[in-house]
């Protein structure tokens, strides 16, 4: 306001605001100062890949996907104050993460706290919690985030040291807050990233409990962008019998 008032009030004398106009356009500048402050601080917080949201998500590439779906999960926070999940399966390279990440930051901008982990980095700072005695008190602090995306959980290895811990994390959020997981295998194969089939059974009993499941058919994004390079490499090339 203190930034703001004095080149309004010249404004507000030309037009011929009355005050509570005036004191309506520097509230107003204040609120959008402050809504962008916080989502800046936010969007630093949450680690989400930048550059990925619904806009420049291409639905027309993924026939499978329901639109309306996406853009209930991304609208309706409703699922999210009920600690519910979003699962999000397909083969690599079909948009998962960038579907995640674009569903996490809509939670974000209407006042959700996200963090994004890849599987691997999340077990390894789970792991070291564990290892210091200290992994409740780890698990406490990320109830902090109302949602928390886990990208790729097939990439975890399968050794009972690391799936235990990720498994602590499934059962401590269960029913309490949201995760969001992507992966490339479906639940038939999550028997390559548990150690133990009891423990397959339970995560993804308490996973699907209260979820939302998307699959993801399509080829992979980075494939085709790679053979459309290589198409137009080739078309500029020189015919060798000219």
């Not at 963090?115 to 780890?138: D, G, I, Y």
């Not at 995760?179 to 993804?204: H, R």
């Not at 058919?217 to 053979?227: E, F, T, V």
């Amino acid at each position: 306001m203190l930034h703001h008032w004095s080149r309004l009030e010249q404004q507000a004398t030309q037009e011929h605001w009355s005050y509570a106009q005036f004191l309506l356009a520097l509230t107003e500048l204040e609120a959008t100062r402050r809504y962008q402050a916080r989502i800046a601080r936010a969007l630093s917080e949450s680690q989400l890949p930048v550059g990925k949201s619904l806009s420049n998500f291409e639905f027309a590439h993924c026939p499978t996907l329901n639109p309306a779906v996406v853009m209930q999960l991304a609208q309706q926070m409703q699922w999210i104050m009920q600690g519910s999940n979003c699962l999000i399966f397909g083969p690599s390279g079909t948009g998962k993460t960038h579907l995640a990440t674009a569903v996490a930051r809509s939670a974000l901008e209407l006042g959700k706290r996200v963090k994004f982990f890849a599987a691997t980095s999340l077990v390894q700072t789970l792991q070291q919690a564990k290892l210091n005695l200290t992994l409740p008190v780890m698990l406490t602090k990320l109830d902090r985030y109302d949602l928390l995306v886990i990208d790729d959980l097939g990439y975890v290895k399968k050794s009972e040291a690391e799936t235990s811990v990720l498994f602590e994390l499934i059962a401590h959020r269960y029913e309490r807050k949201s995760l969001m997981i992507t992966a490339n295998q479906p639940f038939s194969e999550w028997d390559s990233i548990f150690a133990d089939s009891m423990m397959t059974v339970a995560a993804i009993d308490r996973l699907v409990h209260h979820a939302v499941i998307l699959e993801i058919q399509a080829p992979s994004y980075r494939q085709q962008a790679a053979l459309t390079q290589a198409k137009a490499a080739k078309a500029v090339q020189p015919d060798p019998k000219q």
